[in-house]
């Protein structure tokens, strides 16, 4: 497969709820494309919001997304880093970030903004969910 059949086949899993297939299949295009960002801004959201404990990785996914700190140009990237730290425990961090992203995303994902940072208030990480078909 290449690199397009990887991503397609890692975000089908991911959508389905197939956590470790999705790891897989983004660390994959890695593999073929080191360092394109929006593969590592997956692979790391998967790390860091994945329902089973044992795919999670919030060491990874934070240090996968240390960059978005320094370039935060893109909110969802930005979002990324604030579910990341809440996994790790820095819920400081998380809400700094969070809410940065929240600004930089104008009012996309209002609602949902408004939940995780509630939950990072309340220490709470992000929990991603697979979604249902029609």
Known sequence: MD??????????ARKAGRWAEAVAAYR???ELAPGERGVVNNLAWVL??????????????????????SEPSVWQFVGTLAAAYAEAGDFE????WGRKSQAMAAGRDAGRWE???????????????AEKDG
């Open 48 to 69: 860091a919001t994945c329902p089973e404990e044992g795919v999670r990785d919030a060491a990874e996914a934070v240090r996968s997304m240390t960059w978005a700190a």
């Open 115 to 129: 939940r995780w940072l509630k939950g990072f208030a309340e220490q709470k990480a992000v929990r991603e969910h």
């Open 93 to 96: 961090a998380a809400v700094t």
């Open 28 to 30: 994959r295009v890695l």
């Open 3 to 12: 690199m397009h059949q990887f991503l397609m086949a890692g975000e089908a």
